[in-house]
């Protein structure tokens, strides 16, 4: 298996625009999860599914920020519209059940100018 | 809620030294705990982790770990430091709510000199 696959790896964006981040897991991994991680805050999970549902978005930061799952091989991560401070690196992990951890992907770079 | 405080934001060792990683969870209930490496520009790889089995846990690298439910601390060990384990490497522990929820510590840089 590949693993996470993310795409892309690096994305710089004008302030205001949209952004949509992508992320392919593992085939056969029923949780897939979306962190940030800034030098301020450390790793944040942002939100995670399980069967392509969404089961907890509380670190979603503000309604700028949506994620959906349509199907088992991928999810996207959009923020509409981008600000400065939503700078980070984004990862997206994929699990199976009962706490065998999760495998990451290589993350995404964003940078809001 | 469930938190990880890493105690030593950067640990310094030189080659061939010890490597003690300090990790402490708050639970009362008996979590899983996880260790995680990063390197530069990479995402986070998953080194070991603690599941109620054996409370000594081994994994990759040489690294291993101790659950020690009576000081609820779960630190990183390595009796030899090489120059590529220079990284950055963070603790988790499943959220309370969810053994598929991870809570993550913010982190230790550890330095490894020649």
């Known amino acids: 298996d590949a693993g996470v696959i993310q795409s892309p790896r690096h994305e710089v964006t004008e302030m205001g625009q949209e952004v949509t981040l992508r992320c392919k897991p593992i085939?056969?991994?029923?949780?897939l999860f979306w962190y940030r991680q800034t030098m301020m805050r450390g790793l944040e999970l942002l939100i995670y599914?399980?069967?392509?549902?969404?089961?907890?978005d509380s670190g979603m930061p503000e309604d700028r920020f949506s994620a959906k799952m349509p199907n088992a091989s991928f999810s996207t991560l959009k923020i509409q519209p981008s600000e400065p401070r939503d700078s980070a690196v984004y990862f997206c992990a994929s699990s199976v059940p009962q706490g065998f951890g999760a495998f990451f992907g290589q993350g995404t770079r964003l940078t809001v100018v | 809620a469930q938190s990880v405080t890493q105690l030593g934001s950067h640990v310094s060792v030189s080659e061939g030294a010890l490597v003690l990683l300090r990790c402490n969870y708050s639970?009362?209930?008996?979590?899983?705990l996880f260790w995680y490496v990063q390197y530069p520009n990479q995402g986070l790889q998953l080194l070991l982790k603690?599941?109620?089995?054996?409370?000594l846990v081994k994994g990759i690298n040489g690294f291993e770990a101790e659950f020690k439910k009576s000081e609820t601390s779960f630190h990183l060990t390595k009796p030899s430091a090489h120059m590529s384990d220079a990284a950055e490497y963070f603790c988790a522990v499943t959220d309370s709510g969810g053994y598929n929820k991870l809570i993550f510590g913010a982190g230790t840089r550890l330095a490894v000199h020649p």
């Open positions: 085939s056969g991994h029923d949780y």
């Open positions: 599914f399980n069967n392509n549902v969404p089961i907890d």
């Open positions: 603690y599941t109620s089995a054996a409370t």
């Open positions: 639970s009362s209930v008996p979590p899983y």
